[in-house]
């Protein structure tokens, strides 16, 4: 029988933590009362330097709910460092864990058939978004949007997959292993190379609150995950480069023409423009290495991903 973990990290959740503590301590219920899962399973919600009451509320629970545990990080690292915390954190105390958002907008339902995927050999099973139309338009265009770039950057991911997904003791220990400070879950762990599986996730409504992932935040998520994985884009500065030097040689061929024609018109139109377009590209040629060397210089320092405050467990 599985000692399961369910990690949560949180954001001033204040307005939706006592509702998703309320339904998964239905679930574990549930599964405890069927056998699939072991009475020392639990929940950890990982407080990732929330402004509002989001800590003292998981402190209460800790205190009224039996299946609570609480991390609580110094500072807001950021979405993905705060699932690892979680996931590191519970790896050694649990068999198997599920990270969930606290909003708990990915189907509960998906749980049960995430341990029976395990049951039958699977270390790590994805939640895989088939239907969210809870989720904004723009929000469903974009992610659709950015799941092809990394296909076509190279990018070995799960299309449609967040970071709703079981991950076994194994997988874990594996993935500690693993030491960036440039995290990306979701190109990271199918690197991991363990059996894995996919189940089906439905997108419902939020209970409150509103969403922490900003268009800047996820757009940040973007260029982190493709930077990360791929070098797809200096070559493709490379490439555009030599188209560049191809227009040009086309244009010089075009005014030594006009000059032995005696057709060339003085201008400075062109010019300007040429000027322009050449060093806006080339802005962005350097503004793209510079990521990259920008990463590097995060690297090198090998600071902790984050700290951690109080542990209630």
Not at 13 to 35: F, H, I, N
Not at 159 to 164: I, K, V
Not at 179 to 202: A, C, F, K
Not at 235 to 258: E, N, P, R, S, T
Request: hydrophobic share 45%; charged share 20%; net charge neutral.
């Amino acid at each position: 029988m599985i000692r399961l973990a369910i990690v949560s990290p949180c954001y001033n959740e204040e307005a939706v933590l006592e509702k998703s503590a309320e339904r998964l301590t239905a679930l574990l219920d549930e599964l405890v009362g069927k056998g699939t899962i072991s009475r020392n399973s639990f929940m950890l919600f990982v407080n990732d330097g929330s402004r509002d009451r989001t800590w003292t509320i998981i402190e209460r629970l800790y205190r009224e709910n039996k299946y609570v545990k609480g991390l609580d990080l110094t500072r807001n690292v950021g979405h993905q460092s705060a699932i690892m915390a979680g996931m590191l954190t519970a790896k050694d105390m649990a068999d198997g864990v599920i990270t969930i958002d606290a909003d708990l907008q990915d189907d509960l339902n998906a749980i049960p058939k995430m341990l029976e995927e395990y049951e039958k050999g699977y270390d790590i099973v994805y939640g895989v978004k088939v239907l969210r139309q809870a989720d904004p338009l723009l929000k469903r265009m974009t992610a659709q949007a950015f799941y092809r770039l990394q296909s076509k950057m190279g990018i070995e991911s799960i299309f449609n997959h967040a970071d709703f997904r079981f991950m076994s003791r194994k997988a874990l220990q594996i993935l500690s292993q693993y030491q960036e400070r440039n995290l990306y879950l979701r190109g990271l762990i199918p690197m991991i190379g363990l059996p894995s599986t996919t189940v089906d996730d439905i997108i419902s409504e939020r209970e409150g609150g509103v969403s922490k992932y900003t268009f800047g935040k996820m757009l940040g998520l973007a260029l982190d995950g493709i930077t990360s994985f791929s070098i797809k884009p200096i070559y493709g500065i490379i490439y555009l480069g030599l188209i560049f030097l191809l227009i040009a040689l086309c244009i010089g061929i075009y005014v030594l023409h006009a000059l032995l024609a005696g057709t060339a018109v003085p201008g400075w139109a062109s010019l300007i423009l040429s000027i322009w377009v050449t060093g806006g590209f080339l802005m962005i040629a350097v503004g793209t290495v510079g990521l990259y060397i920008g990463k590097i210089y995060r690297e090198v320092k090998h600071r902790p991903l984050y700290n951690v405050k109080t542990m209630l467990e």
